[in-house]
C-alpha cells in the first residue's frame, strides 16, 4: 500500500474526501432541502476548498464537469453504484473502467464492497480486476467498505466495522472507507484490523455540527486517516464554513470547540 504521505489523496499523510456519488445512489431526495446541491458545478466550487484533498463523482458527472477543474480539484473516480430503484440484495454495478478513469486525469478510483451480501463473490472478483487495473497505472484505490444484505444483522457494530476494514485490507485496498461505529475504542479496533489500510469514516446523513465534528475528532484520535463526506457538508448553507472547521480536526489537530469556532 502506498503511504499516504506519498499519495494524491492526501495531504501531510491526512484525507478528506468530498463526496458527491449521491445523485446514482441516493437520487434527488438528497437534494430536496437545499435545489442548489443538485447542480454538480456548485459543489465543484466547494471542491477547490483548501481542506478537501480529493472529490469522489461518478463517471457522468466526471466526464462533463473535472476537466474545468482538472487544475483546482484531485479527482477519486468512483467506479461502480446503484440506484435507489434497485431493490434487490445489495449489489453495485460497475459504470467506469479503470482506463476511461485514468484518460479523464482521475488520481485515485474507488470502489462500492457489499460485505454480506448474497452478491459479494461477484462485487469482490470485480473489484479484483480494478485493482490490478489500478496499479497498473499506478492509482490509490479507495474501497466503500459497507458490510450489508441477509448476511449481516447490523452494519454499524464495532465487529462489523472491524471485519469492514479488514475486507479492504485482504482485497488490497490503500484505503478503507467504513461507518462510524459509535465510539473511539470501536474505531480503534478498525484501524488495528486494517493494519496498513488507511481508514477514513464514512461522513453519513446530516447531523448537528457538533455530534458530527465529535465523530471525526474520534476518529483521528483513534488514528484514522480522516473522513470522506457529502451531505454533512454540501447539504448545509454554511458548506464552506463547515469545511473550515473540517480541515481544522483533520489537517490540523484542534478540538471541536476550536473546530466549532470556524461556524460561529
Not at 458545478?41 to 462533463?64: I, M, N, R, S, Y
Not at 486525469?105 to 469482490?124: I, K, P
Not at 479492504?168 to 493494519?195: F, H, I, N
Request: negative net charge; hydrophobic residues 45%.
Amino acid at each position: 500500500m502506498r503511504p499516504l504521505t506519498d499519495s494524491p489523496l492526501a495531504r501531510d499523510g491526512h484525507v478528506l474526501i468530498l463526496a458527491y456519488d449521491h445523485g446514482l445512489e441516493h437520487g434527488p431526495t438528497d437534494f430536496a432541502d437545499l435545489p442548489s446541491t443538485a447542480d454538480p458545478a456548485g459543489v465543484f466550487d466547494l471542491a477547490t476548498h483548501d481542506a478537501v484533498t480529493a472529490l469522489a463523482v461518478q463517471k457522468g458527472v466526471a466526464e462533463a464537469y473535472y476537466p474545468s477543474y482538472a487544475d483546482e480539484i484531485t479527482l477519486l473516480a468512483k467506479l461502480n453504484g446503484t440506484s435507489n430503484l434497485w431493490v434487490g440484495e445489495p449489489n453495485s454495478a460497475v459504470n467506469w473502467t479503470v482506463d476511461a478513469a485514468a484518460d479523464l486525469g482521475a488520481s485515485a478510483v474507488g470502489f462500492t464492497l457489499y460485505g454480506g451480501s448474497n452478491h459479494e463473490v461477484e462485487m469482490a472478483e470485480e473489484f479484483r480486476a480494478i485493482q490490478e487495473d489500478a496499479r497498473a497505472h499506478d492509482l490509490p484505490v479507495v474501497m466503500w467498505s459497507y458490510p450489508r444484505g441477509e448476511g449481516v444483522e447490523d452494519d454499524t457494530t464495532p465487529e462489523v466495522i472491524a471485519y469492514a476494514a479488514r475486507l479492504a485490507l485482504e482485497l488490497g485496498a490503500d484505503v478503507a472507507k467504513v461507518k462510524y461505529p459509535g465510539s473511539r475504542e470501536a474505531m480503534e479496533w478498525a484501524v488495528q484490523s486494517a493494519g496498513p489500510v488507511h481508514v477514513v469514516m464514512s461522513g453519513g446523513s446530516k447531523t448537528d455540527d457538533r455530534s458530527f465534528l465529535e465523530s471525526v475528532e474520534a476518529v483521528m484520535a483513534a488514528g484514522g486517516a480522516g473522513l470522506a463526506v457529502g451531505r454533512n457538508v454540501w447539504q448545509r448553507e454554511n458548506a464552506a464554513e463547515m469545511l473550515d472547521a473540517l480541515g481544522r480536526i483533520v489537517h490540523d489537530g484542534a478540538s471541536v470547540d476550536e473546530a466549532l469556532a470556524a461556524l460561529a
